[in-house]
């Protein structure tokens, strides 16, 4: 199962997102899983290839972020 980027505010889920657009990586807005516990409700999925380059992208523009892999 593919990893999402969850947050801890709404700014910084945002803030992923355009970060994410401004770089060419394809993201999509979901709700947060409830088991991933993160305060912000909303959370990133994107290609399973583009996880860990998004991750460091992330890092470089300062986002806080973590990563949540869904167990089925």
Known sequence: MTPVFTFQTTHHALWAEEVAAAHGVPVEVIPAPPAAR?????????????????????DTEGVPHALFTPVH
């Open 38 to 58: 993160a305060r912000c409700s909303l959370a990133l999925e994107t290609l399973p290839e583009e996880v860990e380059p998004l991750a460091a992208l992330l």
